[in-house]
């Protein structure tokens, strides 16, 4: 079982920046696609940030520019850096591996961005 362990969330105002972390119980080498999504009251959870297994970074439109996923495989931990929070960016974020063909989710953690 693997398991995911998010940090970072918080209550911030446009216009700041806010550092996610996820901590993984496997290692998060190029053999598993690791990343970030999030959900927002009453809607569907929706990618952010993800690294494939080939390590090509991709972005959702609404945060390119201003988010940037990275990983240290050394400590098997996946970074979400977040600049220029807009409060549609309040949502929970879960972070996301997927390995062995199956898919593991973090418990989430609250981002608020006020306005």
């Known amino acids: 079982q693997v398991q995911l362990v998010e940090s970072g969330g918080g209550l911030v105002q446009a216009g700041e920046s806010l550092s996610l972390s996820c901590a993984a119980s496997?290692?998060?080498?190029?053999?598993?696609?690791i990343g970030w999504y999030r959900q927002a009251p009453g809607k569907q959870r929706d990618l952010v940030a993800t690294?494939?297994?080939?390590?090509?970074?991709n972005y959702a439109d609404s945060v390119k520019g201003r988010f940037t996923i990275s990983k240290d495989n050394a400590k098997n931990t996946v970074y979400l850096q977040m600049n220029d929070l807009k409060p549609e960016d309040t949502a929970v974020y879960y972070c996301?591996?997927?390995?062995?063909?199956?898919?593991?989710w973090g418990q989430g953690t609250q981002v608020t961005v006020s306005s």
């Open positions: 996301y591996v997927r390995y062995v063909n199956n898919d593991y």
């Open positions: 496997i290692s998060t080498s190029n053999r598993v696609a």
């Open positions: 690294i494939s297994r080939g390590g090509r970074e």
